[in-house]
């Protein structure tokens, strides 16, 4: 399942090939994905230039111009592709739900095999669109820091995986990135939100958002060459320390620690009990 740096990387590799670029045809061959593609989409996006990307969360957005933004969430298997138009005609693959084309030559190509993701279009202003309502703040904004994350778990009996994988408290946070942040703060998985210092909340910070920006830096050098490929943008086999690791050493110098794997509020969770406390 693609994660926030998958997402970032995604966004810097469809940044370089298509912004300014006006989309000039738009092909659908499934609409029933998650949500159902709305019937009147391709109206709204077609003739539309990109103006910027961005993301929020886990989600990808065009911003076209006439305040029209396409939304694009990339579920648990969603891929795009990048081709260039004079390569060798596309043969449609499987699970390719949607291709848009652009101006300058560029197609984007959208495949996903389980369909839990989708696209969808916000007229007027992005941060009005209901699915952000209740999100929680960026965790590589300024705004996350050790004081917000304390006041918010101060009070909750909840473990500290379950905290820090909830959307709402801060977004785009998965199993992961959540492990490896942990493991890198050296604490405990499973401590509750109200023993926490704000010296703890402080570590778990800084090391959120090291781990993300690692993640990130390394997924920009795999982006490189993508367009000479036409490969797939923003999937990369990132150095995890922790995650998937389990009867490993722990990674961490002079640790003699194993890596443990617990279910932790139903999903897999990776850490060291030798040197997480
Ligand atoms: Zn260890």
Same mark, same amino acid.
């Given at each position: 399942m693609p994660e926030l740096p998958?997402? #970032?990387?995604? @966004?810097?590799?469809i940044e370089k090939t298509v912004?300014?670029?006006v989309i000039i045809s738009t092909k659908i061959f499934r609409r029933d994905?998650?949500?159902p593609i709305n019937d009147n989409l391709e109206k709204l996006i077609l003739n539309k230039r990109v103006l910027g990307i961005g993301r929020r969360s886990k989600y990808l957005l065009f911003f076209l111009n006439k305040k029209t933004t396409l939304v694009l969430h990339l579920g648990m298997s969603g891929k795009i592709s990048v081709r260039l138009k004079s390569e060798c005609e596309y043969t449609l693959k499987k699970h390719d739900h949607l291709i848009m084309s652009f101006d300058n030559g560029i197609f984007l190509i959208y495949n996903d095999p389980r369909r839990f993701g989708f696209v969808e279009t916000i007229e007027g202003n992005y941060k009005d669109y209901r699915r =952000?309502?209740?999100?929680?703040? #960026? $965790?590589l904004s300024k705004k996350f820091?050790? @004081?917000?994350?304390? &006041?918010k778990i101060k009070k909750s009996s909840r473990n500290l995986k379950s905290i820090l994988m909830d959307q709402k408290l801060v977004a785009g946070l998965g199993n992961i990135y959540v492990s #490896?942040?942990?493991?890198?703060?050296?604490? &405990? $998985?499973?401590r509750i939100g109200k023993n926490m210092s704000l010296i703890d909340c402080q570590k778990i910070v800084v090391s959120t958002k090291k781990v993300l920006k690692k993640a990130i830096k390394f997924g920009g050098t795999t982006l490189k060459d993508f367009r000479?490929?036409?490969g797939e943008v923003g999937y990369f086999q990132n150095k995890l320390q922790v995650y998937g690791k389990e009867g490993q050493s722990c990674f961490r110098r002079k640790c003699k620690g194993t890596v443990e794997k617990s279910i932790i509020s139903g999903r897999s969770? =990776?850490?060291c009990s030798t040197c997480q406390k």
């Open positions: 998958e997402i #970032e990387t995604v @966004k810097l590799g912004l300014g670029s994905l998650r949500f =952000f309502r209740y999100m929680g703040i #960026e $965790p820091d050790g @004081k917000y994350l304390w &006041n #490896e942040a942990l493991w890198d703060s050296q604490i &405990n $998985p499973t000479q490929i036409g969770t =990776f850490y």
